[in-house]
């Protein structure tokens, strides 16, 4: 049987729901480099967080906190992430701003290479018109995202190789986190 991949995405229409500030030390000082988070690979501990309130409401079980969009994840949703691809992510626990529930910061810690160019929507590369050297031949727009799942080998969560926006989960960790009830998860099949 083939493998099934989503885009583990927030839903943004869940009422009421809170939003989540960028990641803070313990101090409140900010963090040197938030977009460490998003970028499929290992990272250091970066110690004790903080994450603010940007503004108040329903606690969800997995936000994309700040303008870095640092996954932020509730226990029972890292749960699923430490049994089930442990090798694939790390999980370091943060202090939400306003609550005493254990939360952790969910760094994807794999990249892949395996957007299917021609079976998604639109794709559009960085080029040297475009002047940003460092991005040339990265992914500047992609829709109606595809992958090609036989590049994908053992990994189970993951971020795409010149895309590193989505998180990329196998079906069995969706249907996993479907069971813990993940209040702000969406799930597209990609």
């Known amino acids: 049987m083939e493998r ?3 885009d583990l995405s927030i839903d943004v229409y869940v009422p ?3 939003y989540l500030a960028e990641p803070r030390n313990r101090d409140g000082q900010k963090i040197e480099d938030i977009w460490q988070f998003i970028d499929g690979r290992r990272v250091e501990d970066p110690g004790p967080l903080l994450i603010p309130m940007f503004r108040p409401g329903k606690p969800i079980d997995i936000e994309f906190a700040g303008a870095g969009q640092t996954p932020i994840v509730s ?3 890292a749960s699923v992430f430490r049994e089930l691809a442990s090798s694939d992510v790390q999980l370091f626990p943060v202090e ?3 609550t005493a529930e254990p939360y952790y910061l969910l760094n994807v810690a ?3 290479r395996c957007i299917d160019d021609s079976a998604c929507a639109e794709v559009r590369l960085w080029t040297p018109e475009n002047r940003q050297p460092e991005k040339v031949g990265q992914y500047r727009t992609v829709s109606g995202l595809r992958i090609d799942k036989s590049k994908v080998s053992e990994e189970r969560v993951f971020r795409l190789w010149g ?3 989505p998180i990329i989960i196998d079906e069995e960790i969706k249907k996993a ?3 813990t009830g993940c209040l702000g998860g969406r799930f597209d099949e990609v």
Do not use: H, I, K
Request: charged share 25%.
């Open 96 to 98: 939400v701003q306003g």
């Open 163 to 165: 895309w590193s926006s």
């Open 110 to 112: 794999r990249t892949v």
């Open 75 to 77: 226990a029972p949703v």
């Open 4 to 6: 099934r991949f989503f």
């Open 16 to 18: 009421g729901r809170w």
């Open 177 to 179: 986190l479907e069971r």
